[in-house]
């Protein structure tokens, strides 16, 4: 498992279920690291599939939630919260960043472009190789440039979650672990891991060597 930075970015294109990724990676953060952590929830764009939805659950794992004051409410473009400089003005604190899937979501990052440049950040793409748009290796480079180039920041490694939701296979772990493989090579960036539910994950064959992140589907 990779060494967890201060802050961690979480982006990629729509359905490429990050915000699932991210609560689960906040809540290990949380357990692993015994430390203070924050869930900022930076998808102002789709007003539906946000992780302020599961505020509550957050609570109880002891991750503070950063959302705007009208996520999960009938405003369609709430703004981004001003408690978002606390966490980088707070060095022992440690921040997932869960942003808006495409270029729209990832836009708002720019915002703190000066302030994440400051730290030794990670910037994870994470990547479905189900959908559409993402389902080529030309595709999904695309997508990474285009991420990059809204956001104004860098990426530092590349997620492999591939799923069909409950209809996730081993198979397609690997399916999308060999176009990870195939983005990897050809942006020059690390596949941190592979995610999925870990009835899934123990499907993998023994010879599968990459990292594997289980998942528990907190978000719906």
Not at 34 to 57: E, T
Not at 113 to 128: G, H, I, P, T
């Amino acid at each position: 498992m990779l060494k967890p930075k201060r802050i961690s970015v979480f982006t990629g294109h729509y359905g490429s279920g990050k915000t699932e990724v991210s609560v689960n990676y906040a809540i290990w953060l949380r357990e692993t690291m015994k430390k203070d952590v924050a869930l900022i929830d930076m998808d102002i764009v789709n007003p539906f599939f946000r992780s302020s939805d599961a505020a509550d659950m957050l609570a109880a794992h002891g991750v503070r939630l950063i959302a705007s004051v009208f996520a999960g409410s009938a405003v369609e473009n709430p703004s981004l919260p001003p408690e978002i400089n606390s966490v980088f003005d707070d060095g022992e604190c440690f921040a997932v960043f869960d942003v808006g899937g495409g270029d729209d979501g990832a836009v708002p990052l720019g915002r703190y472009r000066s302030r994440f440049c400051a730290e030794d950040y990670d910037m994870f793409f994470v990547l479905n190789e189900r959908r559409p748009m993402t389902h080529s290796a030309d595709g999904a480079i695309e997508e990474f440039y285009d991420l990059e180039r809204a956001s104004g920041l860098k990426y530092t490694g590349i997620i492999n979650n591939t799923h069909l939701k409950g209809l996730t296979t081993a198979r397609n772990i690997l399916d999308g672990y060999s176009l990870a493989e195939e983005v990897s090579k050809r942006c020059g960036l690390p596949i941190c891991f592979s995610s999925g539910t870990p009835d899934v994950l123990e499907g993998l064959p023994d010879g599968f060597t990459g990292e594997r992140f289980p998942l528990k589907l907190r978000v719906t």
